[in-house]
Structures are given as structure tokens and as C-alpha cells.
């Protein structure tokens, strides 16, 4: 079974710009969550989508914003870009939207701003 | 801050030895999860241990946790080359949903 996929895997933009990454789930599962992991850094919570609605958002500003599609793909937007937004974007899928349902990572998407 | 944070920063074993972990955190939790992040890739789920458990075992993995400290440890015994990555710790930052917050992250490197 194909894991969690996101694309692209990278981007450059430069300051100012607005960027969309995808992410597609493992089949079935009904959960995404999106990470920004600055390099070096643990991952940070941006958001959580569950069956189709925010469960949670992290400490981000209303630039970034995110939705759930009825199969349950997802995308993040970044608007007005700026340089401390490089990083690397992780998205998750789970089956359930629980604390305790394991996630599954995709590779994820790096993000330079120049 | 962080929640979690992981000690040592990096370590660095010969193969076969045994690497421990640590990670701290600061308020309640129902439950703590271990991943592991090789180079340039996603995170890897290991292990999860709730708040009412001390230790949990999962192959060459040992996780225990002390909620009277607000720490945990992940020992892999007999590691290999192939356990070179970051590990991290996650605690739920709250009782809903799935924001989970990661700290820092140990470096392993295990040499052979």
C-alpha cells in the first residue's frame, strides 16, 4: 500500500509569494495533520484536519491556512511568504483523529524562500 | 518553549552497544510517543506509552516513563548502523486531537 505522499518535494520562492503543498493519505485514513520542521527542530504543529474539519491549530499566524478534501487529501497555503517559512513541511494521516492513533509521515516538502 | 525536550543533543556509539534517550516535559500528559527521523525523510513511528504505564517494550526498544519526574527514556539494546537517525519525543498538548508537541530531537549516530 502506497504510504503518505506529498508533493512537490521541493519549492523555491522568493518573499512575498503565496504557496499550495498537497498531501495525500494512506488510503482509509480519514485523518491529516501539517508540521513545519525547521532544520535542526522538532516538528511543530500547524494543524489537524478530521473527516473533513479543523480539530486543531498550532501557534501559526492567519497566513497559513489549510482544508480537507472529501477524500481526504489536504492542502496548505502559505501566503505572503517570508524568509523564517523555509523549512521542511511534514504532513501525517491517521486513522482516527485521537491522541492515540499512531501517524504516519510523508516525506515531505521542502520549502527555501529566497 | 518546547514541551518535550530531548538529552543528550547527540550521541554517537559504536555498533552493538547500547544508546538511551531522554525526554523531559513540563505539564500533564495522557500519553508520550517516541518517532524516528532519518535524514531528510518523514518520522517514523516507534513506540507510545500512556500516562497510567512505566515501561513498554517493542523489540530491541525499551520506553519507560516517570510522571513524577515528567520524564522518559528509549534504550535500543544491540543497536546497528541502521539505527543512525534523529529521534524524538511527542507529548499531547491537550485532551482533543492530534497536537502533538515534539522536542528537539537526540542525534544518534552508531558507528560500525
Known amino acids: 500500500d502506497a504510504g503518505v505522499t506529498q508533493s512537490p518535494t521541493h519549492l523555491i520562492k522568493t518573499r512575498g509569494q503565496q504557496v499550495t503543498l498537497r498531501c495525500s493519505p494512506i488510503?482509509?485514513?480519514?485523518?491529516v495533520s501539517w508540521y513545519q520542521q525547521v532544520l535542526g527542530q522538532g516538528p511543530q504543529f500547524i494543524f489537524q484536519y478530521y473527516e473533513k474539519e479543523e480539530r486543531g491549530r498550532g501557534n501559526f499566524p492567519d497566513r497559513f491556512s489549510a482544508r480537507q478534501f472529501p477524500n481526504y487529501s489536504s492542502e496548505l497555503n502559505v501566503n505572503a511568504l517570508l524568509l523564517g517559512d523555509s523549512a521542511l513541511y511534514l504532513c501525517a494521516s491517521s486513522l482516527g483523529g485521537n491522541r492515540e492513533t499512531p501517524q504516519h509521515f510523508g516525506d515531505g516538502t521542502r520549502l527555501s524562500i529566497l | 518553549s518546547q514541551q518535550g525536550e530531548e538529552d543528550p543533543q547527540a550521541l554517537s556509539i559504536q555498533e552493538g552497544e547500547n544508546a538511551t534517550m531522554n525526554c523531559s516535559y513540563k505539564t500533564s500528559i495522557n500519553n508520550l510517543q517516541w518517532y524516528r527521523q532519518n535524514s531528510g525523510r518523514g518520522l517514523v513511528h516507534l513506540i507510545l506509552i500512556r500516562s497510567n504505564e512505566r515501561e513498554k517494550h517493542s523489540g530491541r526498544l525499551r520506553v519507560t516513563l516517570d510522571t513524577s519526574k515528567k520524564s522518559s527514556s528509549l534504550l535500543i539494546t544491540a543497536s546497528r548502523a541502521a539505527d543512525t537517525a534523529s529521534y524524538f519525543c511527542a507529548t499531547d498538548a491537550n485532551n482533543y486531537g492530534q497536537n502533538f508537541v515534539f522536542g528537539p530531537g537526540t542525534r544518534l549516530s552508531v558507528l560500525p
Open positions: 488510503s482509509g485514513h480519514k485523518s
